[in-house]
């Protein structure tokens, strides 16, 4: 079953940084629009942010914080969310999944989508922020 890996979540304190990752070790990514979602216990999903396979573009679901990017390396099969910054309220099992291509070819559903729009997900990487 095709699946996704994320890595890069651990204990920070607020202000500091982290680099989330997100790959699959059997298949490619390239053609695949990949999100950011999160959820704390007792929540929904929350999007967080989506990166296009065809030219890169990138969506937020709030660019006004300007925190989080995400971008990625095709050559690594790899799709990164830096988080810069984090508070409290970013403390969250950390989720990355494919859009579905046949709702939305390669490109990002619009403000990131609902988790209906995603099809395959990975495990989750959990972030916890605190002093």
């Known amino acids: 079953q095709a699946q996704l890996v994320e890595s890069g979540g651990g204990s920070v304190q607020p202000g500091e940084s982290l680099r989330l990752s997100c790959t699959a070790s059997?298949?490619?990514?390239?053609?695949?629009?990949i999100g950011w979602f999160r959820q704390v216990p007792g929540k929904e999903h929350e999007g967080v942010s989506c990166i296009s396979a065809t030219d890169g573009s990138a969506v937020y679901a709030d660019p006004e914080k300007a925190r989080f990017t995400i971008s990625r390396d095709k050559s690594k099969n790899m799709v990164y969310l830096q988080m810069n910054n984090l508070q409290s309220e970013d403390t969250a099992v950390y989720y990355c999944a494919t859009v579905k291509v046949a709702l939305h070819g390669s490109r990002c559903p619009p403000n990131v989508g609902t988790p209906n729009e995603y099809e395959y997900w990975g495990q989750g990487t959990q972030v916890t922020v605190s002093s």
């Open positions: 059997a298949w490619n990514l390239d053609y695949y629009a």
